[in-house]
């Protein structure tokens, strides 16, 4: 169900209508303070803020933002932990040696390298996660087109996203199928059964797809998917607030870079 | 009337299979509903294609406005925007990611500017009542939003015939008939209709002519009445005979006075029963009809005429009548069948207010008057809000 509560909230949050444009300026514009930020502070506090941007005017529910974020907060803690073992330089600050010939230590360069990284995921995902949550993916094909990338990509990929969801409904009714006349039951036999599942799969999606080929030929096909959808301009009540935001977050990078601010 | 499809002997048969379709001509006349009905099998679904030249008959002709069908890209491409076809899944009809796009893709293909585009795409959703669901993604509606989207998206290139396979599979008893609402506004904009349905409760009040399909071959071509009156017919082709017509054709049998024209609804039949039983058919002061007509009146003084009267029944007529209801949240007791429904309603003797657009406002007078001259009452259909209320009898 992840990837259609994902679509759900792009579709339904409070940012909806705002231009695809800002939004992806903010997110990626944060996404890049964050990657070249020298210091755990600038990342720690874009998520911070964006987070709670997500949760309170976009109205994103926190529960949804909650398991999407737990997902790689689990797989960057464990990269976390080889990386503190596997950076070296400067003091010792813990040693461990279960076998004579294994030594892990951890420095304080490792810490240091460890909590940017850190910090660094967590600000990056959240930017990610503010595009992929207030944007539909629609609107994305649409800023695509408007820079350039080429169109048989895009039509490709819209017709990916539109049937995406119908492979799922389908491969959904067979699994329940299987599962009513008891399959996945043993070990071997669950083998069986998905094995039937991706049988099934491939000859229903070459029928959607020569469904599809049908549907358009109706419609006087002639190598056109249309058109941008109707758009709304850029509102300055809210491209300006990302503006502050972004140069905001450099102001405090460049702060701290410069030694204006100090943190230790 | 002028014939705008024709078949002529045409025969089909898939590669390696069994003949689907043995020899069949017909034709359909400009204006007119026809509905094609048979049991799965009958080859209907293969007939229909052939109308926009997605299957090329084996033997004979199709004609379109009285040209045979040319198989060459361009002209198939001419055919197919005259000829609208509504496939049965309507999940395989929508191939765009959004509904504007999806309704966007038949006149973005045959070359509309981007102006052009975008009117049609907004009259054609306003058609099926669908404005206001442009940056939907299909996936996010439900089986009759998606009807009338896939149908929706078949307008927007403005055919002259619009052919449904099959337009009420998959939905609820009340979407599909609204759905052939639908089918009777477009038909009275002037297109002609022609749909594929077993269903013969649907058919038998809403067409003008049945063709029944068996084995790939035509089995009868009639109106309704007689198409479906034959029993044995009926049952060769593995249909059911309506419930009206067998009700009546019940009466009959006892002995009981037959009308000439079959009845084809309630109303027809409740009028058939109380002349059977006492000669005379309704309440003595038979209720009045208000129509309303959004686009003279204004809203205001059908509202305060709800508020002042909460015996009223309100019914809505048209795709548009019933979104400006929801939009007034105006609780509707009838959304299809109206004006049968406010006759019934007014011979128990209760008042009704249908609201209904410019295009369906003279078929509330012509159905009342219809049914008065028939049976002898005197029901007033009232306008609202133009003439402030002044009643005149129908």
Known sequence: MFETLLDDAAQNNA??????????????????????????????????????????????????????????????????VVLLFMLGGGDVVWEFSPVSWIHLTITTNAVHQSVLILSRVFGCMVSLFFIALTTPLTDLFNMMKRCRVPVELIDLMMIMYRYIFIFYDQAKEIWQAQVMRLGYQRPKESI???????????????????????????????????SLDPMEPVRMQSFIPVVLYLSGLGGIMVAILTGIVVFS | MKIILEARDVSYHY???????????????????VALVGPNGAGKSTLLQMFNGMIRPGKGTILFDTEPIRYDASSLRQLRKRVGYVMQNADRQIIAPTVYQDVAFGPANLGYDENAIREA?????????????????????????????????????????????EPTSGLDPSGSEELMELLDELNHEGKTIFISTHDVELAYPWADRVILLLDGKILEENVPAVAFGDPELV??????????????????????????????????MIHVIENLLHGTCCHATPGAIHVYNMDTGDIASVLALIRDRPDLCVGAMGTRAKMCAAKESISLSFTYGVIDKCILRSLRGQ?????????????????????????GTIIRVIPVATGGGTGSPA
């Open chain 2, 351 to 375: 008042d009704s207010l249908i609201l209904t657009t410019n295009a369906m406002v003279g078929r509330v007078g012509t159905r009342v008057d219809a049914y008065c001259t028939e049976s």
């Open chain 2, 235 to 268: 049952l060769k082709a593995h249909l059911s005979v309506p419930i009206l017509l067998e009700l009546s054709q019940e009466l009959g049998r006892r002995g009981f006075a037959q009308p000439e024209q079959k009845p084809r609804s309630v109303l027809d």
């Open chain 2, 121 to 165: 795409v907004a009259l054609a959703l306003r058609q099926v009542g669908m404005a206001g669901f442009e940056r939907r993604p299909p996936h996010h509606l439900s089986g009759g939003e998606k009807k009338k989207v896939a149908i929706a998206g078949v307008l927007a290139m403005d055919p002259d015939i619009l052919v449904f396979d």
């Open chain 1, 192 to 226: 069986h059964s998905f094995s039937m599942l991706c049988g099934m799969l491939f000859i229903s999606s070459w029928i959607v797809g020569e469904d599809l080929v049908r549907a358009m030929d109706c419609r006087c096909y002639n190598g056109i998917m249309p």
């Open chain 1, 15 to 80: 940012f909806r209508h705002i231009h695809p444009g800002t939004k992806i300026l903010l997110g990626l514009g944060s996404l890049c303070i964050c990657l070249v930020s020298p210091t755990p502070v600038v990342p720690v506090l874009s998520g911070l803020i964006l987070s709670i941007v997500l949760l309170l005017p976009a109205r994103i529910p926190a529960r949804i933002y909650g398991e999407l974020l737990l997902a790689p907060v689990v797989f960057s803690v464990f990269s976390i």
């Open chain 2, 15 to 33: 590669p390696g299979d069994r003949e689907a379709i043995k020899g069949i001509s017909f034709h359909v006349k400009k204006g007119e509903k």
